[in-house]
């Protein structure tokens, strides 16, 4: 999971919960893009989440595995780039590319 938000809570690459209101908050907050990249095929990231958060992991499934369906958050599924959590650190170029980081904005 990679996120680039300036000025978030949890920092870039943190595990969170595709919990609705949370994300809600987080776009709330912030005034730039919020953006959820994720790999539907990081099973380690989907079995570790799990194993940590017995509890809520039924309700609430780790981001970095799914989109987050809220209003203002950029999607980008990055399967095709990454097939393990630990291809992230090699894809790290390719999908800031791919999102678009740190070029012009005609749209914002």
Known sequence: NLQVVAGAKQPPGCVASVNKKTWESVRRVVAGRVINCYSTKDMIL??????????????????????VKVPGVENYDVSHVVESHGEYSVAVQEILHLVGYNQPCNVC
Do not use: H, W
């Open 46 to 67: 989907a079995l570790m989440y799990r194993v940590k958060n017995l509890t809520t992991t039924i309700f609430e499934p780790p981001v970095g595995i799914r989109s």
